[in-house]
């Protein structure tokens, strides 16, 4: 076999020790290319403007095959200088020859250049790779979380955006539409109170239940919740005292507007104004003396009038502070005194004062536990054989007992809906009014902090990729030029070799 086809294998980690065990380069050689750097320094100030000169001078540290095609450059721009014996009369030919003569001297330039690669390969290359993936990850980060801050965002818009239509606001002025909203309830409790009629089939069984269980100690049953389906939402006041009254005097509804074009303090009255204030009205008149009897007709009243006139008869033109009734707007329906004032919590109505819609709602409660309980008895009767109580009852159907038991889910469905529960807390709990709106105010500030968030973490992003951008191009030309030294490196131990082909074994190949 031809010992010139031999390859000569060199694994890249002993390529230094390769050439200092084969005598090719001496062992103190970094001691001598001190010199030379210094050199390849000074000659680096006065170059030639040309292209493939700098190319060579950027984004690579200079070698010695470097400096060979420097002077192969400078043939070209210091031709003028030539002399008749083919010498260069020109600085730049004499200061880049005197580089090279000092590199090969003692193989100088091929101990740098191995090192050189070395430094690449297990180095440079992997650090500027590393920097790069660094960068890629972190613009999958940010990207990720610019994808769950805009998650974020739509998610809290969105609640923001359900509760305003929970609250049936736009929310643009959350508490002036809130208090614009109070202005429906009344007719909204009006229409729950009008529709609580279905429930009086249930009211009779229940009551059924009850005197047959009970039998002579048997009490009404839901007294307060079937006196508003039979009468509607009346008055507190008129519940408690047989009567409508008069007028109507609700405590005034404190709400700031801390942020609207009012000042702060403003107070929302949402009384029934429209009626005058008969309690504050001061009858001029001479000692009229009221006396209601022992019996239940109402005594007769004496206005001071003359014995002609007809007793309890009331004249329009009495004047009352100083106001005629038929200047007040008081219309009287009928002789002596049919009503009075209901002020504070009888001004409510039942739907609306806490303590009665509590106690209706608990009602309701109570009344669906029934019907539950009934309906499991019907349903469990045909399976069951023991003898109870309550199947001596009058049956009713599992259908009418369903749909008993489906108007009062219905009627507490209505009665219970957050929007009511918001806008009853509302009218009656100032602080619920505040808490209530900064809640909603807080998911708007989350929005935008996330918006914030997001766009931060799209400039990251765009940072990110415009550095690993910027590292590619290095990296591309890093490899090039390891390969070119590599390949110079091979090429000239294989001529000092005979020519055999050389491989550098884990070099710029197997990046």
Known sequence: MDESNIPIDINIGKLQDWLISRRHVNKEWQKSIIPVREKINNAIQDMPAHDDIAALLSGSYINYFHCL????????????????????????????????????????????????????????????????????????????????YLKNVASSKSEFLQLCKQLGIQGDKIKRELVDRLKELPEIYDKIGKSLKPLQPGFQLYSAFTKYILEDKAMEVLPLLQYVVEHGNTTVYEWSYGEPPLSVEPDPI?????????????????????RLDIAAIDVVAPAAEIDFG??????????????????????????????????????????????????????????????????????????????????????????SHSFSLLQQLPTESVAALTGMLDAVQVATGKLTAPEINHLHNVKHSPR?????????????VLCEKLSQLAERAAEQRAAAEGRAAGLRPALATLHHRTKELQANIENDISKKYKGRPVNIIGGVKFL
């Open 69 to 148: 095609k420097i002077i192969d450059i400078l043939k070209e721009t210091e031709a003028d200088t030539k002399n008749l014996f083919g010498r260069y009369g020109s600085q730049r030919m004499k200061d880049w020859q005197d580089v090279v003569r000092n590199y090969e001297k003692d193989n100088l330039y091929l101990a740098e250049a191995a090192q050189m690669l070395v430094r690449n390969i297990h180095y440079e290359i992997p650090g500027l790779k590393k920097q790069i993936a660094k960068e890629e990850q972190v613009q999958a980060e940010c990207e990720k979380k610019h994808l769950d």
């Open 294 to 383: 022992d019996g239940d007709a109402i005594g007769e009243i004496d206005w001071g009038h003359d014995d002609s006139e007809t007793p309890g008869e009331i004249d329009l033109s009495v004047v009352i502070a100083g106001v005629s009734l038929e200047e007040s707007g008081i219309v009287v329906e009928e002789q002596g005194v049919g009503g009075g004032v209901a002020r504070g919590k009888d001004a409510l109505t039942l739907l609306d004062n806490p303590t009665t819609r509590n106690l209706i709602i608990d009602q309701l409660v109570e009344l669906e536990s029934f019907l539950k309980m009934r309906l499991y008895e019907e349903n469990t009767a045909a399976e």
């Open 254 to 274: 404190h709400i700031e507007f801390e942020d609207e074009d009012q000042g702060a303090g403003d107070q929302i009255d949402f009384g029934d104004n429209s």
């Open 432 to 444: 619920y009014v505040d808490v209530l709106t900064g809640q909603l105010k807080q998911k708007l």
